[in-house]
Structures are given as C-alpha cells and as structure tokens.
C-alpha cells in the first residue's frame, strides 16, 4: 500500500468573480521510503498540492488516503491529529520561536502531543544530536546560522516520528554550501528510512531526490525516476 494515494485531485478558489483551477484532477501514489522532488512555476499547483498532502487543506474534489487513511472528509480536528502523528513539516523560512532555545523550539510538536516534560526533553535532545546539533541545544535562533536554525527545523519535524518530511523550499533561505549540507542531512534521513517529499524550483536542489514531478497550470507533466 502506497504511503500516500491521491485520485483526481481537484482545487478551485473563488476569486471575486473569478475562478482559480490550482489542481485539475491530480493523481498520483508514493511509496514508502520514496524521495520526491516536487517542481514547477509560481502559480502551477506545487505549493497547492503540498499544501493537500500535509493535510493542511482540502481538495475541492477526489481522494487523498495517507498511510490508508481517508483524508479528505476530516475535520479541523482529525486533521491536526493526522498531521502530529505522521506529517514533519520543514519550511523555508525554518518557523522557529526567536526568544526560545533550539532545545524548547523541538520540544513543542510533543507539548501539543500531550507528551510529558522528561519524555519531551530527551526526545528534543535525541532529535538534535540526530541532525548534529548536540552541542547547541541551548542556544536561540539567533545565535545559530542559518543553516543551524534549518537543522533545528528538521529536528523538529523529526521528533514525533513521522513516516513523512514535508519540506517547502528548504533551501530557499540558504547560501549555496549550506544548501548542500541541508540536502544531504534529508538524503540521509531518506536512506535511513523516511519517506521525504519537497517543493523545490532548483534544479540542483531536486537533483537529489529519486524521484522528480513537475507541474504546470495544476496538473502533473512529468514524472520521472533519477538516477545518480
């Protein structure tokens, strides 16, 4: 069973007397394990999609199953539950609390999980040696470099276990180099298991998945498997 089944998704926005189609009937499955790179123009679906797959929105219309549970009917509820138990999220702008240490910031998935605090203090710190943070757990974002606070991002999204990393632009915010390392931190995430889907408009940046989608004017033009 595939981790994630999308059957003819369909997303419309009303804009005054206007009509947006963002995805026009979008269908696609990723296996567990799998690294998806996610491309296309400003305005093709890519972040619309993302946005569906993360169970941060609806379709208009069609199917969304993730891990073989239906999606698309939930409410409010159901899908923050969804998202805490099998969805990391990494953003480009890492999202992080400014005045609260890197260790605080990793904690907070498991504050809204209902985890208690000794459970959620070992979990951060094994989190954050993961993603070669160990020794900066104590600091705050802005005693970090850029590339350090995108670290602490990934530990975050890490710690609760999810079976899928959800990265937007993950090197949007990032110098050349530090792209890199971010880029092999996620591969290496991805050889130890995780399922990892991100939307990218570098080409550099997708070369690293296995796997790269492009999309234009909502729908899917290209799908293919890369090999190194």
Known sequence: MPLIEARELVKT??????????LRGVSLDIAEGE?????????????????????????????YRLAGESV?????????????RRIGFVFQQFNLLPRTSALENVELPMVYAGIKSEERHNKAKAALARVGLGARMDHTPAELSGGQQQRVAIARALVNNPQLILADEPTGALDSQT?????KLLTELNQQGMTVVLVTHEHDVAAWARRRIVFRDGQMVEDVVQTA
């Open 72 to 84: 698309e009917g939930m409410q409010g509820d159901q899908l923050a539950s969804i998202r805490n």
């Open 179 to 183: 792209s890199e390392d971010i880029m």
């Open 35 to 63: 690294f998806v790179a996610i491309m296309g123009a400003s305005g093709s679906g890519k972040s619309t999609l993302m946005n569906i797959l993360g169970c941060l929105d609806l379709p208009t219309a069609g199917e």
């Open 13 to 22: 926005y009303t804009m005054g007397d206007q009509t947006v189609h963002a």
